[in-house]
């Protein structure tokens, strides 16, 4: 069984920087595709990123781009979002996906990936 534990998240100012980090325990997690989704309130949980099981191809939501970078240590269970340049747009609760296998072009379908975290939250201030 597959268990994501999402940490980083907290209050920051517009401009500035936070880097969330999803720990799995239970499983090899080489053999996932990795997602990050978004949800703010009254609004439905979309895309943010995602990065394939070695880690070599990533994928961006075109609100983030050039602003997130999404990395994975695949020895230590780990897929990390650094991100930068915050805007208060960017508040919402952060859930890590996870899913065995490739996705190919499905990555950004929040509905193909089979594991989640609890989530952490991240508020930017304007």
């Known amino acids: 069984q597959v268990r994501l534990v999402e940490s980083g998240g907290g209050l920051v100012q517009a401009g500035g920087s936070l880097r969330l980090s999803c720990v799995a325990s239970g499983t090899t997690f080489s053999s996932y595709t990795v997602g990050w989704f978004r949800q703010a309130p009254r609004k439905e949980r979309e895309f943010v990123a995602a990065?394939?099981?070695?880690?070599?191809?990533?994928f961006y939501a075109d609100s983030v781009k050039g602003r997130f970078t999404i990395s994975r240590d695949n020895a230590k269970n780990t897929v990390d979002l650094q991100m930068d340049s915050l805007k208060p747009e960017d508040t919402a609760v952060y859930y890590c996906?996870?899913?065995?296998?490739?996705?190919?072009?499905?990555?950004?379908?929040?509905?193909?990936?089979?594991?989640w975290g609890q989530g952490t939250q991240v508020t930017v201030s304007s």
């Open positions: 990065i394939t099981r070695s880690g070599s191809t990533t």
């Open positions: 996906a996870a899913q065995t296998g490739s996705l190919l072009n499905a990555f950004s379908r929040a509905t193909n990936y089979g594991y």
